[in-house]
DNA sequence: TCCTCTTGCGCC
DNA sequence: AAAGGGCGCAAGAGGA
């Protein structure tokens, strides 16, 4: 065994259980051999009991899902980091796998990452099963050693000690996601199969026998839809046909859009509306998508830490954070167990009254319902122009009657308006803005001007352009700092379900769902009130952790449920 | 037939 | 006149 160490490298043998280790320091220097093991899980395990060091790896995909169900209490994952380091080093873009990173640190060609135009992704899934993009004959050890040390290199390289520090929360936090993504894929979130076929059944009628066949109630809504349509059959899931029987009958339509059928006052409209509900229902999360992802009592998605550029998860396949509401009565604990469900209330404008150290706005976030104390201290106790009015200023909009509500505001909360008056500008100008701790957003791009359509002329395309990325830059520092934010209670959560006692690991509470600012733990009755202690900790260490002495508050809704469907 | 683009809607 | 951020997914439209 390597001795005990504050990091190690480590790295799995491409078949078979063994790998190897290597122990490293804080910068990434060995303090010893390689090692190889035949039995990873095994000398992973007992140096995780010697002193929790934090393990170093490619990427966790490769590195960590092999162990599972193995707990590890750290990582630093090379593949994330080097996302975070390329963003911050304004070369956002650049390919970050592995081999790539090994390749600028040798002046090597850079191997475009998998997925990115112009890579052949047959070609690589049969011949790089790591993904890890290393030239052919190179040592996996030696290029995760040496791409570490430039990566603790790259972040002790930046000036103001209180941004670099705040930088490697970021690091920290963000592979602490990795390991969370990877055991939320590995155990699943618990899906009653039996409960999601009932609900189908009761919107959709009974699952058709032969798959691919429309369910009863959508045929009927077809055929009613076409009889109040003048007759003739058209496909409603045809925006164009859609738009042509709706002419037909003297309706002239801009789009198939629900909002826009929902002022439309013909018989048709209705059914139209129902019909998308349905179809929509059928077509995303129905008997199709059960069979593909649902399956042995777990939906088992795949999440993409960092898919976002603003640090929110993406995930791929089963659209796993768009499980309609209508559906969630399906998510229920096993026997003997609960689930804690909690989200953060009002998570965006807490942010920003943090970021903005807007005295005023702090107070008023200082309450449970913030919108209400907005509306009591602002908007003489309107909530809805209070909530529209500050959402507008998040976002951006300017349009409907939302003018006035912006003035007030301004008025009222002069500094936290003009922080996002100010990401706004920056971004229009083409600059870049940050999160809380450090992530950068893109620098403005083709895809800006390919926003507009059918300009007038190129000045007035550029202007639009520019208030696009203005929008984007103005929602991004808020949107950036939440997901900062989230993921440093992920985090510190993940920690503290780790540490509660269990009698096996098959007994300990884990996170099986997290959603931007929501998080649900699947837990043994007995431990639901730890587990919902250990949320509201959670939540208080990453408010200190990211923001500081803010006086800002977040708090989160919480409840202890059998069933998703009857949180909140 | 295969592929990409567009549309629309689910979630935050 | 136009005027709200971020995603993933499925189906249709339409070109190669």
Request: with cysteine.
């Amino acid at each position: 065994m390597p001795p005990a160490a504050p990091r190690f490298a480590l790295v799995p043998d491409p078949h078979g259980p063994g790998g190897r280790l290597q122990p490293l320091d804080d910068t990434g220097a060995t303090l010893g051999p390689p090692v190889h093991t035949p039995d990873l899980a095994a000398a992973v395990a007992e140096q995780e009991a010697a002193g929790a060091p934090r393990w170093v790896w490619a990427a966790a995909d490769s590195a960590y899902t092999p162990l599972l169900p193995l707990r590890l209490a750290r990582c630093h994952d090379l593949r994330l980091v080097e996302a975070l380091l390329l963003a911050h080093e304004s070369r956002f873009g650049a390919p970050r796998s592995l081999g790539a990173a090994w390749a600028r640190l040798n002046q090597l060609p850079v191997p475009p990452d998998l997925g990115e135009p112009g890579t052949p992704a047959e070609q690589d899934s049969l011949f790089a099963p790591d993904r890890l993009q290393l030239p052919p004959g190179t040592d996996t050890l030696r290029a995760v050693v040496a791409v570490h040390a430039e990566q603790q290199r790259r972040v002790q390289a930046i000036a103001d000690p209180a941004a670099r520090a705040r930088f490697r929360l970021l690091v920290a936090a963000e592979s602490a996601g990795a390991l969370v993504a990877a055991e939320m894929a590995y155990d699943g979130l618990p899906w009653r199969a039996d409960v999601h076929d009932a609900l189908l059944t009761e919107l959709l009628g009974p699952r058709p026998h032969i798959p691919g066949t429309q369910p009863a109630r959508l045929a009927e809504l077809s055929a009613e839809l076409q009889q109040a349509l003048g007759g003739r059959p058209f496909n409603p899931d045809s925006h164009s046909q859609v738009l042509r029987a709706f002419a037909d009958q003297g309706v002239q339509l801009g789009s198939t859009r629900s909002w826009e059928l929902r002022g439309v006052d013909h018989p048709a409209a209705a059914l139209m509306i129902r019909y998308k509900e349905l179809s929509r229902i059928h077509a995303a999360h129905g008997w199709a998508w059960q069979d593909a992802w649902a399956r042995g009592g777990r939906f088992r998605p795949e999440y993409v830490v960092g898919g976002v550029v603003s640090g929110r998860w993406a995930s791929r396949g089963g659209g796993a954070l768009q499980i309609p509401r209508i559906l969630r009565g399906a998510v229920v604990a096993d026997p003997g167990w609960l689930l804690v469900v909690a989200d953060a209330a009002q998570l965006e404008p807490r942010v920003l009254a943090a970021l903005s150290r807007d005295a005023g706005l702090a107070r008023t976030a200082a309450a449970g319902d913030l919108y209400e104390a907005l509306a009591a201290t602002a908007f003489q106790g309107d909530r809805d122009k209070a909530k529209l009015g500050l959402l507008g200023a998040m976002y951006g909009q300017t349009s409907g009657d939302i003018g006035p509500l912006l003035a007030t505001l301004r008025r009222r909360y002069p500094a936290a308006m003009g922080y996002v008056e100010s990401a706004a500008r920056t971004g229009e100008d083409g600059g870049v803005v940050h999160s809380r701790l450090g992530r950068a957003c893109p620098p403005p791009s083709d895809a800006w001007l390919d926003l507009t359509e059918a300009p007038d002329s190129a000045g007035e395309a550029g202007g639009r352009s520019a208030r696009a990325r203005g929008r984007f830059t103005r929602n991004f520092v808020i949107q950036a700092s939440a997901a900062d934010w989230a993921l440093a209670l992920l985090a510190a959560l993940r920690r503290r379900l780790n540490a509660l006692p269990a009698g096996s690991p098959a007994d300990r509470p884990h996170l099986v769902f997290f959603q931007h600012d929501e998080v649900v733990v699947h837990t043994p009755a007995n431990l639901a009130d730890q587990v919902a202690a250990a949320v509201a900790e959670a939540a208080e260490e990453a408010r200190l952790l990211v923001f500081g002495d803010t006086p800002v508050r977040f708090p989160l809704s919480t409840a202890v449920v059998d069933c998703y469907a009857d949180a909140k």
